[in-house]
């Protein structure tokens, strides 16, 4: 029973523990003795580094967990901490070298620990052999930096880092610099390190010779932002007239087949606007923010070019090298013949490469350099030797270079690929359909007179741009349309005394009076006075509107809604009815980025083989086993009879028996009473 009185309390360190967080003055003296205790364990394991010390451990924790009590006495622990660390980091004991490590976590938990100066050395800790600690550190690492800038960047700690993050990512261990890249990136994903001086950094990983760091810093560059892939499909009313309006306006009257045609018509036309008014998705994401994207283009190009990784690598490289160009619409030409060796049916992955020659192309490259890309794909793809397939995917890609390069495309191959839009194959039909629609809005001119559609006040008044023409205008276009209501109003407003005067007679007598009022007509009026004015005057009146006063959003839907009209509206001296090709244009819109669906597009889709379609049909099928025969037999391990032993014979071994022979024999009443006889078995059977 004396023993139980005993002090424990230098051997119990979790009980220790415990008492001091209450009541730390009162257990001072204890606190020293553990502590003498421990510099004693520091200076035997300085003796010996690789030597695991399961004491040494415990006090090590001990002294963390106390260590907001006792400031004044553990103001050297965590530097001490640190300096074993970093010193003896290679040798020591797996186990110990994870409690220091913990240890140091738990006194920065508390903030007794200078962030930079340990995050640094867990940086260097990244190069130990120990996946574990390499895993742990990584979250550490990843949350504290979030933590310092929870409620605002630190700026300094910050730089302090990245500069040091760019010394680690030249660092010899592969894994170190591989794990400092992921935390970057991490980083950079969680919106706290979403700076160019990060994006910067990470750039000099797509230039290192080990290939994983190489992937990973592809991969960074190469993701699309949640922005871009989250569709707002959402429409305010407000931003010009909605499909219920077109149909209000077209349902009035009688309801014939040209006023159907005409809806439809405007259905389209709108869903076109609607399109090209979409805000563009621009987020600053990784390309971006790129300083030097020229010369970082370059020499991905002269690294590709003299490459040894593997296929996959190599496309990766491509599809960054085509994105910097397209989004900073570089200059690299020499990226064009590169990928033009790539342009063959047999190629692997021949629809990406392809996806990457339309990504690489814009306006401000030379029409001559697009011209051999789009010759090398007609030549290669558009033959009627390959399949329709095939040639599809060959015309869906001229079609996206030449929407983003359109002086590309020479007159002489636009018609010949015009001449496939009564090809047999209907995705190769349909596909030259979709390249002849864009041509009548970029440049009708280029297209025969039979292709180029009804002409329009729109496709009219288009303009077709020279190599590095701008056009910048200092006047809303089809403001003119307001200048025109204003006066017809101040001409209503005379006659309102006059109407007034009458009504007031008229409403004497108690009668109803029945006032004619039609939008639709009034509009059609405008529309036709605009249609009479000379250029000049319409741009005349549209800058005195667009500079005199404020435009309200009704007028701003005013005007939107007269640019609308002058798609459906055939062009002065133009008949009203004339002969056009009608297809649904796809018309998608055209961000930075192009997706492989715009290369690949069938609008027939392909016959399936044998096996697809097998396994189609078998996985229909249900559990049939409800519908199977049941077995009759009394014991299922007996044997067949002699008639069911018949049944599997082949006939040429049964022809020439007796029971075969008569019956052919057999006459008609012969066979009536054989088939009752077999009728009235069967019930007598399934009664039993």
Known sequence: ??????????????????????????????????????????????????????????????????????????????????????????????????????????????????????????FELLRCHDKFLRKTLYNHIVTDIKNINAKHKNNKLNTTLQSFMYTMLQDSNPTAAKISLDVMVELYRRNIWNDAKTVNVITTACFSKVTKILVAGLKFFL??????????????????????????????????????????????????????????????????????????????????????????????????????????????????????????????DVTKILLFAAQASHQLVPPEIIQSVLMTIANNFVTDKN???????????????????????????????????????????????????????????????????????ATTEAKIHEYGELTAKDYIPGAEVLDLETKEEDGNREEDGWESASLSEEDEDGEWIDVHHSSDEEQQELAEEVKAMPAEERKAKAAAVSTNRLLTQEEFQKIRLAQLRKELNSAPGKAAKRKNIEIDSEDETRGELLSLRDIEHLHKKPKSDKETRLATAMAGKTDRKEFVRKKTKLNPFASSTNKEKKKQKNFMMMRYSHNVRSKNKRSFREKQLALRDALLKKRKRLIK
């Open 1 to 122: 029973m004396a023993g139980r009185h005993n002090n424990k309390l230098p051997s119990n360190l979790p009980q220790l523990q415990n008492l001091i967080k209450r009541d730390p003055p009162a257990y001072i003296e204890e606190f020293l003795q553990q502590y003498r205790h421990y510099q004693s364990n520091v200076e035997i394991f300085r003796l010996q580094p690789n030597k695991p010390s399961k004491e040494l451990a415990e006090l090590v924790m001990f002294m963390a967990q106390v260590g907001h009590c006792y400031r004044d006495h553990l103001a050297d622990f965590p530097q001490q901490l640190k300096d074993l660390l970093s010193y003896h980091h290679t040798m020591l004991d797996p186990d110990l070298r994870m409690t220091f490590c913990r240890a140091l976590i738990l006194l920065r938990n508390k903030n007794l620990i200078n962030p930079t100066s340990l995050l640094e050395l867990f």
């Open 223 to 348: 993701g699309k932002d949640e922005d871009e892939k989250q569709d707002s499909d959402s429409e305010s009313e407000d931003d010009g007239p909605t499909a219920r309006d077109l149909m209000v306006r077209y349902s009035t009257g009688r309801k014939t087949t040209k006023n159907k045609k005409k809806l439809e018509k405007a259905m389209r036309v709108l869903k076109k606007h609607k399109k090209k008014r979409k805000p563009e998705v621009f987020n600053f994401s990784a390309i971006h923010l790129v300083h030097d994207p020229q010369d970082f283009a370059e020499k991905l190009l002269k690294q590709l070019e003299a490459s040894k990784e593997r296929f996959e690598v190599k496309m990766m490289m491509m599809e960054l090298i085509s994105r910097l160009v397209g989004i900073h619409e570089l200059f690299l030409f020499n990226f064009y013949p590169f990928v033009q060796r790539f342009l063959q049916p047999h190629q692997r």
């Open 387 to 457: 399949s329709g397939e095939v040639m599809t995917v060959g015309i869906n890609a001229i079609k996206e270079v030449s929407a983003r390069c359109p002086l590309a495309m020479t007159e002489d191959l636009l018609q010949d690929l015009a001449q496939y839009r009564s090809h047999k194959d209907k995705n190769v039909m349909m596909s030259a359909r979709t390249l002849i629609q864009l041509f009548r809005s970029l440049n009708p001119q280029m297209l025969q007179k039979k292709f180029r559609g009804k002409p329009t006040e």
